[in-house]
């Protein structure tokens, strides 16, 4: 394969981003990568699949974080740090899958769209705990209609549940449904106080409330970008909302321990059970893609920001542990409140509690049981926020990092790009504040498992197989300055894809479980967001292949040879010319030499 310059293509030459920054530390950017996976929705999505396997059932996530998790994130973290620029123009590598950047692009602003409900949500909160009595409270719940509600539980401690189970006459067919005042003051938004959580059986309702909150949500955002543009700036900040998002996460689960029943969830979380790791084997194939982030492609805009010899090796191992952290806080905070719910109905089969959403709604109730509880709401809601707002404004910064990258005229309006894009993401994301809009999410997470799997196996065919085994590891060889085992290549080229394969199957199976129970609409959505875009992947290599010269096989091969391809800093790149070869290289200098002789 030889290498090219964009002249020979008849495309316009790479131009880089001299400005664009790097990380103030080399951490920044582990914390940034760990950061992803405070995505919460797969706390909210994999429910049925996860939070009831426990710490057993993670054992198979380690597996799969060796033989699949890990080697794409050094994929990803190679392509980013050795082009020095994000998840589009990385693909110089190979121009026949660029258009994998810019479906990378869609996929972001659209996980983007639906994502701010679960920011929302903690606002929501957050300000209705300023109240002296919480409005979800059992003082502050107010008249809920003949629902039954856990504060109707409090008649006399042991005798409510009894007396309960006597209202129904002992009727093994019918169960009281007791509801959880906090989603009840939720759905109050929505005038819609049904027996079930919001479903598309119900009437689309549009919530002013929460397009206030998403107002403010966005107005946060902008402000954030407004004081922490630069990547030094972003990194600093990224870092420290995520230590804060773990201090006050740790001290929630502390003091969650004296909820009732807290004991017997965490004893629950940590018991060994062989379904568990049974289960654990199919769930925890979506827990493992949760590590590139809502979007797709994240990671390999990250790591552009690093220094060219830093260790991607070294520093993949300890994002996929970090990352494995934080599913282990949270899933303990899921139990130990699954627990505490579960604790009221464990003496009647007639009692039935419905807990929704148990890490943004549920557990509100729960925190108004506990003294100073207006504190431990906020301190608790506060955490959920901070996780939220760091996963999008990661996700913002790493799409508008890779448009500038592409984009050359772009970089002189960074500020009206960044607020722009913003705006749109604020007014598309109305949807989202009707009540259709929480189950659009739910669905549109699940479908984009088997987005995420197609992109994998695909990135591994551009990197592996179209550049080349010899070339990859050629490279990854002179950006860390240390030997790159030929087994590692094996198995990124062999193992890697067969894991992912299989995983595309669960998500297939999954998502089509989910869409059973879904509206139509939800389907037409699903495909446009998430299905539709891959299309767009083999349509952008066709016209590529078209802009070339010759029979459609030499078109085909030019298209898939790298153009551009070498380190930005000019001494890294003449000593990576030294190793290539010049005679295997050229570019832009060689071709006007060729052209003046």
């Given amino acids: 394969m030889v290498y090219e310059s964009s002249y020979e293509t008849g495309r316009k030459p790479f131009?880089?981003?001299?400005?664009?920054?790097?990380?103030?530390?080399?951490?920044?950017?582990?914390?940034?990568?760990?950061?992803?996976?405070?995505?919460?929705?797969?706390?909210?999505?994999?429910?049925?699949?996860?939070?009831?396997?426990?710490?057993?059932g993670i054992l198979p996530y380690y597996?799969?974080?060796?033989?699949?998790?890990?080697?794409?994130?050094?994929?990803?973290?190679?392509?980013?740090?050795?082009?020095?620029s994000g998840f589009i123009s990385a693909f110089r590598l190979s121009p026949f899958f660029k258009g994998m950047g810019y479906v990378s692009v869609f996929l972001s602003i659209a996980s983007l769209l639906f994502y701010s409900i679960f920011a929302i949500v903690p606002l929501v909160f957050i300000l209705h705990s300023l109240r002296p009595t919480m409005p979800w409270s059992c003082e502050g719940l107010g008249n809920v209609g003949n629902l039954t509600t856990i504060c109707d539980m409090n008649?006399?401690?042991?005798?409510?549940?009894?007396?309960?189970?006597?209202?129904?006459?002992?009727?093994?067919?019918?169960?009281?449904?007791?509801?959880?005042?906090?989603?009840?003051?939720?759905?109050?938004?929505?005038?819609?106080?049904?027996?079930?959580?919001?479903?598309?059986?119900?009437?689309?309702?549009?919530?002013?409330?929460?397009?206030?909150f998403s107002a403010m949500i966005w107005g946060i955002i902008a402000c954030l970008f407004w004081s922490f543009p630069e990547a030094a700036k972003f990194g600093k900040l990224l870092r420290y909302l995520i230590l804060s998002a773990l201090i006050l996460l740790s001290l929630c689960l502390v003091r969650f321990l004296f909820l009732p029943g807290a004991l017997d969830g965490l004893l629950h979380?940590?018991?060994?059970?062989?379904?568990?790791?049974?289960?654990?084997?199919?769930?925890?194939t979506i827990v493992v893609l949760q590590a590139f982030g809502s979007g797709w492609g994240s990671v390999m805009s990250l790591s552009s920001f690093n220094k060219f010899k830093t260790n991607i090796m070294r520093y993949s191992w300890i994002i996929a542990f970090g990352q494995t952290l934080v599913y282990i806080l949270f899933g303990m905070v899921s139990f130990i409140l699954n627990h505490y719910f579960r604790e009221m109905s464990v003496s009647s089969y007639d009692l039935y509690i419905e807990t929704n959403w148990?890490?943004?709604?549920?557990?509100?109730?729960?925190?108004?049981?506990?003294?100073?509880?207006?504190?431990?709401?906020?301190?608790?809601?506060?955490?959920?926020?901070?996780?939220?707002?760091?996963?999008?404004?990661?996700?913002?910064?790493?799409?508008?990092?890779?448009?500038?990258?592409?984009?050359?005229?772009?970089?002189?309006?960074?500020?009206?790009?960044?607020?722009?894009?913003?705006?749109?993401?604020a007014f598309c994301s109305l949807l989202f504040c009707t009540n259709h809009g929480v189950v659009f999410s739910s669905a549109v997470s699940l479908d984009a498992i088997l987005t995420y799997s197609v992109m994998h196996l695909l990135l591994i065919l551009a990197v592996l197989w179209i550049y080349g085994r010899e070339r990859f590891q050629r490279d990854i060889e002179f950006m860390l300055g240390q030997p790159f085992a030929s087994w590692k290549v094996f198995i990124l080229r062999y193992i890697a894809p067969l894991f992912l394969i299989y995983t595309l199957l669960v998500g297939l199976f999954i998502s089509s479980m989910e869409h059973i129970y879904q509206s139509t609409l939800v389907l037409f959505i699903s495909l446009i967001l998430v299905v539709l875009p891959l299309l767009f992947i083999p349509g952008y290599g066709m016209y590529i292949t078209y802009q070339n010269t010759g029979g459609f096989c030499n078109r085909f091969r030019r298209a898939c040879r790298p153009t551009d391809w070498y380190p930005q800093e000019m001494e890294n790149r003449q000593q990576y010319e030294e190793v290539v070869g010049n005679s295997d290289l050229t570019h832009q200098l060689y071709e006007v030499t060729e052209e003046v002789n």
């Fill in 269 to 284: 979380f940590v018991k060994p059970q062989m379904h568990s790791m049974a289960n654990g084997g199919v769930s925890m």
């Fill in 358 to 425: 148990v890490l943004y709604l549920s557990s509100a109730s729960a925190l108004a049981s506990l003294e100073w509880a207006n504190l431990w709401t906020i301190i608790y809601y506060s955490m959920l926020l901070i996780s939220s707002l760091i996963v999008m404004i990661t996700q913002i910064f790493t799409v508008l990092t890779s448009l500038f990258d592409e984009f050359e005229f772009l970089r002189v309006h960074k500020q009206r790009v960044t607020y722009g894009l913003i705006g749109f993401l």
């Fill in 63 to 84: 597996f799969y974080m060796a033989v699949y998790m890990v080697p794409l994130l050094v994929i990803h973290s190679f392509m980013g740090q050795f082009s020095s």
């Fill in 15 to 56: 131009t880089p981003d001299l400005q664009r920054g790097k990380w103030e530390k080399p951490t920044d950017f582990i914390f940034a990568c760990c950061g992803l996976a405070l995505k919460l929705d797969i706390f909210v999505v994999s429910y049925w699949f996860y939070f009831d396997m426990g710490l057993f």
């Fill in 155 to 212: 008649i006399s401690e042991s005798d409510a549940i009894s007396t309960l189970a006597n209202e129904t006459n002992f009727d093994v067919l019918h169960t009281t449904e007791t509801h959880i005042p906090s989603v009840l003051f939720f759905k109050q938004h929505f005038e819609s106080l049904g027996g079930g959580f919001f479903t598309v059986e119900e009437d689309s309702q549009f919530s002013w409330t929460i397009v206030g």
